[in-house]
C-alpha cells in the first residue's frame, strides 16, 4: 500500500470538505445580514442541513455508515428492516393492497431489506415510493437498490412531492428529529425567548432576544401550563415543522398507517426539568456534540422528537392514534426473536446478527431511546391490535402530567 498516496488523498479530501463549509459558512452570514443581524435557530438549521448544493444532506459527501456520521438501524441489521415488513404486510393485508411510502430513504438500506420480505410474504405493495430531499441521497438509493434487488426495482419509484392520494403504509424512519427546530429560554422575569443566531466573525453565536417567530411563545405557554419548562434559564426546542408536515400527510392519506420511528420522549419527559439545556446533537464521523456552530455543512444536527405532541398533531388532523411504544418491544412484537431463531444451525450467521440485533433492543443502545407511534386512517387491525404494539401499548404515557 503506498501510504503516501493515501495520506494526500485524506489531505485533499479535508481541504475539500473545508472549503465547502466556508462556502455554506459565507451563505449562512449573508442570510443573517439580510435578517438585519440575526435569524431564529429554526432558519439556521435549515440552511445548515438543506441550502441547496452546500447543506449536509444535499451534499455529496457520505453521511450513513462506516464512511460517513451516524448509522441508523437499517444499517445495524437486516433483521429491521424484515420486522418492519412483518408490520407492513400485516397493514397492507387489512387493506386489501397498497403502496408503501418512504421518507427520506437514508442509504436505501430499509428499502433493500423490506421488499424482499414482503415478496416472501406475498404481500408485495403496488409501488414503493421513496420521497427523497437529497440528491445525492437519492442515486445513492438507486445504485444500492440496482445491486441488492434487481428484480423489485420496477416496483420502486422516487418521487419529489407527497402523491395527491395515498393508500397504504407511510415509513418515517429518523424524519422527524431532522426537521428545523426553534430553541427558546425562559428569562430571569420568566418570559419566553428566542434562541436567534448572529455572525461572530468567521463563525456564529447565539443569543437570547424578543421572540421574532410567532408561533413560538404560544407553544412554549402551552408546555408552562402543562407545567412544563417554568424556570428561570429552562432552554430547549419546540418542532414547528411537524405539525403542518402530519396534516399534509394526514390530507393524503385516504387509508393507512404512518409508522414513524425516532428518538425522543412524551412530552413530560421531554421538558424535565434536568433536562434544561434541551436535546440538541449533532453527528460528526461517529462523534456525538451539542455544538450546532462547529464543522458547518459536514455534520448532522438533531432534535429529539417530542411524541407528544406528533401524536396531537396526528388526531387534531383526523387520524387515529392507533400504538406508541419503544423500538425494543415493537421489533419483539414483530418477531425478532423468531427470526434470529430462523439462524439457528448457522452459529457463524447468527453470531454476526447478535452485535446488531444487541444495538437494536438493548435500553442502553437504540432499544429505549428509539420510539415507534403509528397514525392509522380508516383502518382497524385484524385482532384487536397492530403486531408491533401487541407485547406493550405506552400510549398512556403521551399524555401522563409532569413526572415527579
Known amino acids: 500500500m503506498n501510504t503516501d498516496t493515501d495520506t494526500d488523498t485524506d489531505t485533499d479530501t479535508d481541504t475539500d470538505a473545508q472549503a465547502h463549509g466556508q462556502r455554506l459558512a459565507r451563505l449562512i452570514r449573508e442570510a443573517i445580514a439580510a435578517a438585519g443581524g440575526a435569524m ?11 441550502a441547496p448544493g452546500l447543506g449536509y444532506y444535499v451534499a455529496g459527501a457520505p453521511k450513513l455508515g462506516p464512511a460517513g456520521d451516524f448509522v441508523t438501524a437499517p444499517e445495524l441489521s437486516p433483521l429491521f428492516g424484515r420486522c418492519l415488513a412483518a408490520q407492513c404486510s400485516e397493514v397492507l393485508v387489512a387493506l386489501g393492497g397498497g403502496d408503501v411510502l418512504e421518507f427520506g430513504a437514508g442509504s436505501g438500506a430499509l428499502a433493500a431489506e423490506l421488499l424482499p420480505a414482503l415478496a416472501r410474504l406475498r404481500t408485495l405493495p403496488e409501488q414503493y415510493l421513496i420521497l427523497e430531499p437529497s440528491p445525492d441521497l437519492a442515486q445513492r438509493q438507486r445504485h444500492l437498490l440496482a445491486q441488492r434487488i434487481p428484480e423489485l426495482l420496477p416496483r420502486v419509484r422516487w418521487i419529489e412531492t407527497l402523491p395527491q392520494r395515498l393508500r397504504g403504509l407511510v415509513l418515517a424512519n429518523e424524519v422527524i428529529d431532522a426537521m428545523p427546530v426553534h430553541r427558546f429560554c425562559i428569562g430571569a422575569d420568566g418570559g419566553v425567548q428566542e434562541v436567534l443566531v448572529e455572525a461572530d466573525g468567521d463563525g456564529f453565536r447565539e443569543r437570547a432576544a424578543e421572540p421574532v417567530s410567532a408561533p413560538l411563545a404560544p407553544a ?3 408546555l408552562q401550563a402543562a407545567g412544563l419548562a417554568m424556570s428561570t434559564g429552562y432552554c430547549s426546542e419546540v418542532n414547528l415543522r411537524a405539525a403542518p408536515w402530519i396534516q399534509a400527510l394526514s390530507a393524503r392519506l385516504e387509508a393507512g398507517m404512518a409508522l414513524l420511528i425516532d428518538y425522543g420522549y412524551p412530552q413530560a419527559e421531554y421538558y424535565l426539568p434536568e433536562r434544561r439545556c434541551g436535546t440538541l446533537m ?3 464521523r461517529h462523534q456525538a456534540h451539542d455544538d450546532p456552530f462547529a464543522n458547518i455543512g459536514l455534520q448532522d444536527i438533531t432534535a429529539h ?21 419503544s423500538q425494543a418491544n415493537f421489533l419483539l412484537g414483530c418477531g425478532i426473536d423468531d427470526l434470529m ?6 452459529p457463524m450467521a447468527l453470531l454476526d446478527l447478535t452485535a446488531g440485533v444487541k444495538q437494536l433492543l438493548l435500553p442502553s443502545a437504540m432499544g429505549e431511546r428509539f420510539q415507534v407511534l403509528a397514525l392509522t386512517r380508516h383502518l382497524a387491525p385484524p385482532a384487536g391490535q397492530w403486531r408491533g404494539f401487541a407485547l406493550r401499548d ?5 399524555w401522563a402530567g409532569p413526572l415527579a
Do not use: I, N, W
Open 40 to 50: 431564529p435557530f429554526d432558519r439556521f438549521m435549515d440552511l445548515a442541513l438543506y
Open 282 to 284: 449533532c453527528h460528526y
Open 305 to 325: 422528537v417530542d411524541f407528544t405532541a406528533v401524536a396531537r398533531a396526528g388526531t387534531q388532523a383526523g387520524l387515529t392514534l392507533a400504538g406508541y411504544t
Open 341 to 346: 431463531a430462523e439462524f439457528a444451525d448457522d
Open 394 to 398: 405506552l400510549s398512556d404515557r403521551l
Open 220 to 222: 412554549v405557554r402551552a
